[in-house]
C-alpha cells in the first residue's frame, strides 16, 4: 500500500512545481524576445541597403578594375567606386577627369555610384551608409599590404568589412602604372583599358622616341 505525502513533502512538491513553472516561463519569455529581436535585426537589415565602397586612385581606370565593379554589383544595392584625392602624389589625370571616366566606363551598370573622397577610407564609408570595403588581389604581394590595411580599418571602424575579390585571370598582371608604361613607349593597350581612356592616354602621353640622339 502506497504511503501518503506529509504536509512537508506535499509542500516541496508544490514549491519545485512552482519553481520550474517559472522556469519554463522565463525560458519562453527569453525565447520570444530573442525570436522578436532576430525579426526586429532581419527587418532593419532589409530596410537598410547594402552598401559597398571600392576605393582607389584609378589613374586610369582599368579592364581589371572594371572587371571587379562588374563582379561586385551585383552582390551589393550599391557600389561607391571612390577615387582618392591624395595631395601627397601627382596623378597623370586629376580626380575630375578621372571620376569622368569610370562613370563613363561603368554607365552600364544602374547601381554603380562613382565619387571622390580624401581623409580616412573608414569615416568616408560611415559618411556614405556602407557595411562592406572592397578590395582587388592580384598576387601575394598584393594580399600583405591589403590584409595590413584591413586590419588597421578593422580596428578604426569594426562595423565595416572588408571583402576581397580575386582579380579575373585575364587581369591579374594589370595595372594603371603599368598600362601608362607602354602607352609612352607607343605600345598597344587595346582590351587593356576602355576605348575612351586609351584615346585620353595617347593625349596625355604620347610616346616617348626610342632613338638615341
Known amino acids: 500500500m502506497a504511503r501518503s505525502r506529509s504536509s512537508s513533502e506535499r509542500g516541496t512538491v508544490t514549491m519545485y512545481q512552482r519553481a520550474r513553472g517559472r522556469v519554463s516561463a522565463c525560458g519562453r519569455a527569453y525565447n520570444e524576445e530573442a ?3 532576430r525579426e526586429e535585426g532581419a527587418r532593419v537589415s ?40 591624395n595631395a601627397g602624389k601627382q596623378p ?7 571620376v569622368e571616366m569610370l562613370r563613363q566606363s561603368a554607365a552600364h551598370l544602374g547601381n554603380v555610384e562613382v565619387d571622390s573622397f ?10 556614405r ?10 598576387a601575394i604581394s598584393d594580399y600583405e599590404y591589403e590584409l595590413q590595411m584591413a586590419l588597421m580599418n578593422r580596428r578604426l571602424a569594426p562595423e565595416i ?16 602604372r603599368l598600362v601608362k608604361e607602354v602607352i609612352a613607349l607607343g605600345g598597344d593597350v587595346s582590351g587593356l583599358v576602355p576605348p ?18
Open 35 to 37: 525570436l522578436r529581436r
Open 118 to 127: 580624401d581623409g580616412l577610407l573608414v569615416e568616408y564609408a560611415r559618411r
Open 129 to 138: 551608409g556602407a557595411c562592406l570595403l572592397l578590395r582587388g588581389i592580384r
Open 161 to 176: 568589412e572588408t571583402m576581397f575579390m580575386m582579380a579575373g585571370e585575364a587581369f591579374s598582371f594589370l595595372s594603371s
Open 46 to 85: 532589409e530596410a537598410r541597403p547594402r552598401i559597398a565602397v571600392y576605393p582607389g586612385s584609378f589613374d586610369p581606370v582599368t579592364y581589371g578594375h572594371l572587371d571587379l565593379i562588374e563582379r561586385c554589383a551585383p552582390l551589393v544595392d550599391r557600389l561607391i567606386v571612390a577615387v582618392l584625392r
Open 92 to 98: 597623370l589625370f586629376t580626380t575630375e577627369e578621372r
Open 196 to 213: 575612351q581612356v586609351e584615346a585620353k592616354l595617347r593625349e596625355r602621353l604620347p610616346p616617348r622616341s626610342s632613338h638615341h640622339k
